[in-house]
Each structure stands twice: as C-alpha cells, then as structure tokens.
C-alpha cells in the first residue's frame, strides 16, 4: 500500500502558465516533505522542502503548499517553463525515518 | 563540486550472472542507500546503510545483496540476475540523524538483464 501517492502520472502545461503537482500521502506520522526533479538519465535532484510546522514554503519560481488535516501537498510552478519538463517525486518521512517516494508525475511544458 | 558517483551508466547482463553495482560518494555521508525506479512505481527502496559495515533491508531486498566496507563506498550485489529486475538503479547518500538535509542521488545506472 502506497503511503504516498502522486495520482496524475503525467501533466502537460502551457509555458507561461502554472503547474500544479499533487501529492497525498496517509502516515500521520510524516512530518517532514520534498520535492524532487529527475530529468531522464539523471539522478533526481532536490528542489524545495516544507516542514509539518509551516504550510507555505516558496523559493523562486516554486512554491509548496502543505494541508495537514488533508494530508495533501502541492507543488506550484509559476511561471511554467520548458526546462521545468520533468518528472517530479513527492517525498515524505517522520521524525528518524527514511524517505518514503511517491510514484511521479511527468511535467510537459509546451512552448 | 560534491556528487555521489555511480560507476555505470548503462549495463547489459545476462539471466543469472552476478551484477555488482557500485557507488561512491565523496561528501562524507553516514547514511547511504539504494533504491530502483520503474514507471508508475516511482523509487523503491532496496537496501541502506547508516555505517560501515552495516545494512539494513528496505522494501525490496528480495534478490539483492550490499556491502559497505568503507565509508564512502556501498555496492549492490544482484546474486543471480533476472529480467525482472532490469530497473533503473539510484544511489544516494545523506547526513546522520534523520537526513532532513534530503538525499543526494547519483545519475543512475540502466540494468538491462536479458
């Protein structure tokens, strides 16, 4: 069973305009959340990180938006560039723990 | 520039040959792992390490083996290759504690087990 789940595998966006990445996850427990970037035949690189304490956290052009109660994430990209075109991992642990990863989505920004 | 370096970009094996996948980091991080990345199951943990000679299974050790004998180095063993677990293969190492610095990832290595 999944404990963090990223349910569009893939979403295309005009440049310009904001992405939005979802993320959900169902540990309670987890208290602290990133977001990383994987261009294909690359590792995947970090990107911005919120703690359980706050629930915006914004560098740059990408924001993160935490929703305790709901248990949902979100990745906001504005505006939308085609270098952003990616696959974005959602990641999440607890206190002491590994991270756990969710599947992906794979961001298309069109020109 | 610090990195976690994966010796293989890409790899060709055959069903039931030995594979050793290598991994050195040069940041002089505690913690270390591996995982596997397939579409639509994202990164699977598979084994990791939080000292020298020390492993610990993740959420798929079935098939793979590690060794850690020096700090900066940790190496996945597949005993007998299968098509299945032709994969993507991640490294990455972290600080001590929980890590909440995030993980730094090698550039990956594309088994292919024919």
């Known amino acids: 069973d999944q404990q963090v789940k990223q349910n569009s595998p893939s979403l295309s966006v005009q440049e310009g305009r904001i992405s939005i990445l979802n993320c959900d996850y169902t540990n309670s427990m987890f208290d602290y959340f990133l977001w990383y970037k994987k261009y294909p035949a690359e590792g995947p690189t970090f990107l911005i990180s919120i703690s359980s304490i706050k629930d915006k956290n914004e560098d740059g052009r990408f924001t993160v938006f935490l929703n305790k109660s709901a248990k949902h994430l979100s990745l906001h990209i504005v505006p939308s560039q085609p270098g952003d075109s990616a696959v974005y991992f959602c990641a999440a642990s607890g206190y002491g723990q590994n991270f756990v990863f969710g599947p992906g989505t794979r961001l298309s920004v069109l020109p | 520039d610090v990195k976690v370096t994966q010796s293989s970009r890409y790899l060709v094996k055959r069903t039931g040959e030995k594979v050793f996948l290598e991994c050195v980091q040069d940041?002089?991080?505690?913690?270390m792992f591996w995982y596997r990345q397939d579409p639509g199951l994202g990164l699977r943990l598979i084994y990791f390490s939080y000292d020298v000679k020390m492993k610990e299974k993740g959420d798929i050790p079935e098939g793979y083996s590690v060794s850690r004998e020096k700090k900066e180095r940790f190496s996945l063993i597949l005993e007998s290759a299968s098509t299945n677990q032709t994969s993507m293969y991640l490294c990455a190492s972290s600080t001590p504690g929980t890590g909440r610095d995030g993980y730094t990832f090698g550039s990956g290595t594309r088994l292919t087990v024919v």
């Open positions: 940041m002089d991080h505690e913690n």
